[in-house]
């Protein structure tokens, strides 16, 4: 493969991963979950579930603006943003898939227009909210009891994989 096409695979690759791997698996969660188990903290120093998925939703969101303008800056980090709320489980999912859709929107709009982005910048995100996925997915599986089989369900890496790879040979 050609450094050419190395950027547009690896916007296609972050695309899919986040929205049609990490998003289904997000939203499979937070739907499992009653308001008090998303804004309760399992220890003092812990943070709740509601909290990270905030957390991951500022950084998606604060990589969208970057995206759309690139030399946008924020005055303070997000390391120890994790508020609480006391947003349902449906007003949760609703914001997330927002944030999401904002997202999806930015790239989608840099591979139409062939643009560029800080590869950087984009690897942080989709790697940043691969972890704190696990963390949430972890949670939801000790508090609830469940197993999601996602794997067996189709979220897994070979069918991600093939998705992709059928998106960017048209």
Not at 66 to 91: A, D, R
Not at 114 to 123: A, E, F, K, L, S
Not at 133 to 147: E, F, N, P
Not at 163 to 169: D, L, P, Q, S, V
Request: charged share 25%.
């Amino acid at each position: 493969m050609g450094l050419e096409r190395s950027l547009p695979l690896f916007l296609h690759i972050s695309l899919h991963r986040m929205c049609d791997h990490y998003l289904p698996k997000l939203l499979a969660a937070i739907q499992c979950l009653d308001e008090n188990e998303i804004w309760c903290c399992e220890t003092e120093e812990s943070h709740s579930i509601g909290g990270i998925i905030l957390h991951i939703c500022e950084h998606i969101h604060r990589n969208a603006l970057q995206l759309s303008k690139p030399t946008v800056q924020f005055s303070n980090g997000i390391e120890e943003y994790f508020p609480n709320g006391h947003w349902t489980s449906g007003e949760l999912c609703e914001y997330v898939q927002e944030i999401f859709n904002e997202w999806r929107a930015e790239v989608e709009k840099r591979l139409e227009w062939d643009q560029g982005v800080d590869m950087h910048r984009m690897y942080h995100v989709v790697e940043h909210t691969s972890y704190h996925l696990g963390q949430i997915i972890d949670r939801t599986k000790r508090l609830k009891r469940i197993s999601f089989q996602f794997c067996q369900k189709g979220l897994n890496e070979k069918g991600l994989r093939e998705m992709i790879e059928a998106k960017c040979t048209k």
